[in-house]
C-alpha cells in the first residue's frame, strides 16, 4: 500500500453522490495498492482458472453518515487484472473501473522482512509498484495512518445516471509491517489519467505491507437520491 498525500480539490470532482471525502489528520489521502486474490468464489462458486490472481487499484476515501453513525468507504479510480473475464464481471456487478493487462508478481522473504512487486504490461513495457520492509507484521494502532487506509469497509461507486451504489467489504483488521523503502514506476498520465500525474509523481507519504486474510464482499446496493 502506497499512500500519496494529495489536494482535495483534485479528488472532489470523483466524490460520488451522498458521500464526502474522509481524511486522516486533515490530509486527504490517494493510494496505489497491490495484492493477490486466493481461493476466489462468486457467490459460493469457484470458476476454474479465476481463483487465483493479481489487482493493482488507484484509489481514494470517502465516508457517508448513517443513522448509526459514519460508513468509511473507498472509490476505484482504475482497477488492474490479468483476465479480461474478471474485469468485465466487475464491470457488469458494480460498474468498478476494471481494465485486464498482463500482471505478475513477486515476494522475496528475508528475515523477518520481505520484498514485494506487482507489475503490468503494457505493450513491450513493464510497469509497477514494489516495497521493502524489515520487520515482521504487527497489529493496528489505533487512529494511526495504517488503520485509516486499511479499515474502510465500504466501497462506493458514480452510476451513470449519477447515482450512488454501495457495497459493504468484510474482514478481520490486518497486521501490517511499515516500508523501508518504496517505489512507483509507470507511466500514470496514461495509464489513469493527467491529473494525477503530479501526485503520484514524487515519493509516498507512506508505505507498508499488510498481511492478508479472508475477505468478503457484499452485493451493491443503490442508495436513495439525496
Known amino acids: 500500500m502506497l499512500n500519496f498525500a494529495v489536494s482535495s480539490d483534485l479528488l472532489q470532482p470523483l466524490v460520488p453522490a451522498g458521500t464526502e471525502l474522509d481524511k486522516w489528520r486533515g490530509t486527504t489521502y490517494l493510494s496505489v495498492i497491490g495484492f ?3 481461493s476466489t468464489r462468486v457467490h459460493g462458486v469457484a470458476v476454474p482458472g479465476h481463483r487465483h490472481f493479481e489487482e493493482v487499484n488507484l484509489r481514494f476515501y470517502v465516508r457517508r453518515l448513517e443513522r448509526d453513525g459514519w460508513r468509511r468507504g473507498v472509490v476505484f479510480i482504475r482497477e488492474l487484472v490479468p483476465r479480461w473475464a474478471i474485469a468485465w464481471a466487475a464491470r457488469a456487478l458494480y460498474n468498478e473501473p476494471y481494465a485486464a493487462l498482463p500482471m505478475r508478481h513477486a515476494i522475496t522473504r528475508a528475515g523477518d522482512g520481505a520484498t514485494v512487486r506487482f507489475e503490468w504490461r503494457r505493450g513491450r513495457s513493464w510497469e509497477g509498484l514494489s516495497l521493502r520492509t524489515s520487520q515482521p507484521p504487527e497489529p493496528l494502532r ?5 488503520e485509516f487506509i486499511s479499515e474502510h469497509f465500504y466501497g462506493y461507486t458514480r452510476q451513470r445516471n449519477g447515482s450512488t ?6 474482514h478481520p483488521p490486518w497486521r501490517v509491517a511499515n516500508a523501508d523503502e518504496a517505489v512507483l514506476r509507470a507511466d500514470v498520465s496514461t495509464l489513469h489519467a493527467g491529473e494525477f500525474a503530479d501526485a503520484l509523481g514524487g ?12 475477505v468478503a464482499v457484499y452485493p451493491p446496493i443503490r442508495l436513495p437520491d439525496t
Do not use: H, I, T
Not at 142 to 146: T, V
Not at 165 to 170: A, C, F
Not at 203 to 214: E, N, T
Open 165 to 170: 451504489m454501495e457495497y459493504r467489504v468484510e
Open 142 to 146: 489505533a487512529e494511526s495512518e495504517a
Open 203 to 214: 515519493a509516498p507519504r507512506s508505505a507498508f505491507l499488510a498481511q492478508g486474510s479472508p
Open 36 to 38: 493477490r486474490f486466493l
